[in-house]
């Protein structure tokens, strides 16, 4: 299972990381704002959620939030274009397990991504 969901609401940044995922065969299944992410997430098993900040419905953080509540350890991924420490702080504190500022690189993304399905499935393991 390489399922990831992808929350992004801009079209040409969620083609971008869609073929960037896939190209290192992920699945991806992609959702253009957070209520809709919270259906997927609820509905499919993932193995990480990547989540931007600035959605047209709810703001990411508060999806992060309650996707944290409802689907454990996922590793969630804040993707955002604040890259300011506040920003940082927030997503630590809502429970995202990493943070990438856009845009980033093709290697960035992948490593931040097997990273944590990594170390998620360590701890599924012990």
């Known amino acids: ?9 801009d079209l040409e940044n969620a083609r971008l990381f869609t073929r ?3 190209t290192a065969s992920y699945q991806v299944t992609h959702a253009t704002r957070g209520m809709e992410g919270l259906r997927h997430a609820r509905q499919h098993k993932f193995i ?3 989540l931007d900040f600035d959605l047209p419905d709810i703001d990411g953080s508060q999806v992060g939030l309650a996707l944290r509540r409802g689907i454990g350890a996922t590793p969630l991924i804040a993707l955002t ?3 300011d420490h506040l920003t940082r702080s927030k997503a630590k504190a809502f429970g995202f397990d990493a943070f990438i500022a856009k845009p980033c690189t093709d290697q960035d993304l992948i490593r931040t991504v097997e990273t944590l ?3 998620a499935s ?5």
């Open 1 to 9: 299972m390489n399922d990831v969901l992808l929350v992004e609401d």
């Open 122 to 126: 360590h701890q599924a393991t012990k």
């Open 117 to 119: 399905v990594h170390n």
């Open 20 to 22: 960037i995922l896939e």
């Open 48 to 50: 990480a959620i990547i």
């Open 81 to 83: 274009a604040h890259a």
